[in-house]
């Protein structure tokens, strides 16, 4: 279907999820990653810190940089992410989850929010 595996893995993780629990984000997100890749969104650091509230929990469909600071807790899960923006959110108490992680710990998708 697709070269990359990894891609591969996480959509069907995606589909799995939604037919499970029928939680329409992961249905959303699925579609979103096997889209074209030049329509997946980029956002900054600075952008989630403008956007978002302390300890929310956010999906970004696309690729989260490193510019700007976060000065709030906040959970963030991305289908790319780059190591500084990873830096900032751990250094500001938050974390950074993996699909699979996501999933587990919201199945219904309730209080998760796709920015971007």
Known sequence: MFANTMIDTTIWTLRSSFKKNKAPIWRALEEELAGPRANRREINVRRLAQ??????????????????SLDHKLTVCAFS????????????????????????????????????
């Open 51 to 68: 956007i978002t509230k302390a300890d929310e929990v956010v999906v970004v469909p696309g690729k989260v940089l490193g510019t700007g």
């Open 81 to 116: 992410i780059s190591e500084s923006a990873a830096k900032k959110v751990i250094d500001s108490g938050g974390r950074v989850l993996t699909f699979e992680d996501l999933i587990k710990k919201h199945p219904d998708g309730k209080g998760v929010r796709i920015i971007g």
